[in-house]
């Protein structure tokens, strides 16, 4: 039992390339979230799936994409990197019933 | 958005000392999570809190919901090196359409030996 896995762990990006972040979690969770972590502002909700089928965007959507693959996996993608994107990337899932939200290790992307 | 203040932003302390934190907002809050990251980790959830005056224990950690609904304290005895890291709480504003959380920006904890 793995939790939430990401997918990389680190990477570099140009400015203009693109890239999907890949999130999985084996906790058969309804719902999935996409957080991104910058020093002094916390974390703030890029996009989310409350369950299969569904994705509604958060506090700070421009510029991402996100596919709900299926129950299991929640991608996120960048189109055209910008160094304001250069940030900790973070998965996390919630069950059907309460609010708690389990994180996965989190993707160190640095945009130049 | 609504927004939780968070304090303190930092404290260091000697080891086996007690901590003392807490969380606080102008809207009413009906849960309170609280989370702790290692560098260069994910969160990972300490205690989660559901009712106004709860109280509740993990090992050396004690949380409370205050009563209020609007802010909740975060109590360590006894700290010991393994404590450092930062804090966050988190909560869901009561009556939120949404099933999304709100976060504080953190307590970054430091044990002196």
């Known amino acids: 039992n793995a939790g939430v896995t990401q997918t990389p762990k680190f990477q570099v990006l140009k400015t203009g390339q693109s890239m999907t972040l890949q999130c999985a979690q084996d906790m058969n969770h309804n719902s999935m979230y996409w957080y991104r972590q910058d020093p002094g502002m916390g974390l703030r909700l890029i996009y989310y799936s409350a369950s299969e089928g569904t994705t509604d965007k958060g506090e700070v959507p421009n510029g991402y994409n996100v596919s709900r693959l299926n129950k299991r996996e929640f991608s996120l993608r960048l189109e055209s990197a910008a160094p304001s994107q250069t940030s900790v990337y973070f998965c996390?899932?919630?069950?059907?019933?309460?609010?708690?939200?389990?994180f996965g290790p989190g993707t160190r992307l640095t945009v130049t | 958005g609504q927004q939780l203040n968070q304090s303190p932003q930092s404290m260091f302390i000697q080891e086996g000392e007690d901590v003392s934190m807490n969380c606080t907002s102008s809207?009413?809050?009906?849960?309170w999570l609280w989370y702790k990251q290692d560098p260069g980790e994910g969160p990972v959830l300490l205690i989660a809190?559901?009712?106004?005056?709860e109280l509740t224990s993990n090992g050396r950690l004690t949380a409370q919901f205050g009563i209020t609904r609007k802010d909740s304290f975060l109590n360590i005895s006894a700290s010991i090196p393994s404590d450092v890291g930062i804090y966050f709480c988190a909560g869901r504003v009561s009556g939120a359409g949404s099933y999304q959380l709100t976060f504080g920006k953190g307590t970054k904890l430091s044990v002196i030996p």
């Open positions: 996390a899932s919630r069950a059907g019933t309460g609010y708690e939200q389990y």
């Open positions: 809207s009413i809050f009906n849960t």
């Open positions: 809190l559901y009712k106004a005056g």
